[in-house]
Nanobody, 116 residues
Framework: VQLQASGGGLVQAGGSLTLSCTVS????????MGWFRQAPGNQRELVAK?????????FYAESVKGRFTISRDDAKNTVYLQMNSLKLEDTAVYYC?????????WGQGTQVTVSS
């Protein structure tokens, strides 16, 4: 499973960015997709995750609830992370993940930098 993430960049606080992650095979071959992030000096944390099989249940970290939205486009084998009302503390490298039968696959990170 290969993941191609894009959409990071520099944005002012309060602004918005959308991250995209496209998987190299049918999205229906996966159990879930999502996003982790890692800020300097911090552990990697799960930001959002959406299930693929058995419906589309969604998890959000408390720190992003109400500001971030994860969604999927099955025809494009792509998952999105819409990030609104960005804060300085959202600055991190964001990693796309896919889960399949207990395995987790990682995409390359994309940098999100929020400036004041």
């Amino acid at each position: 499973v290969q993941l191609q993430a894009s959409g990071g960049g520099l944005v002012q606080a309060g602004g918005s960015l959308t991250l995209s992650c496209t998987v190299s095979k049918s999205i229906f071959s996966l159990n879930a997709m999502g996003w982790f992030r890692q800020a300097p000096g911090n552990q990697r944390e799960l930001v959002a995750k959406i299930t693929i099989t058995g419906g589309s249940s969604i998890f959000y970290a408390e720190s992003v609830k109400g500001r971030f939205t994860i969604s999927r486009d099955d025809a494009k084998n792509t998952v999105y992370l819409q990030m609104n009302s960005l804060k300085l503390e959202d600055t991190a490298v964001y990693y796309c993940i896919a889960e399949k039968l207990g395995d987790r696959f990682w995409g390359q990170g994309t940098q999100v930098t929020v400036s004041s």
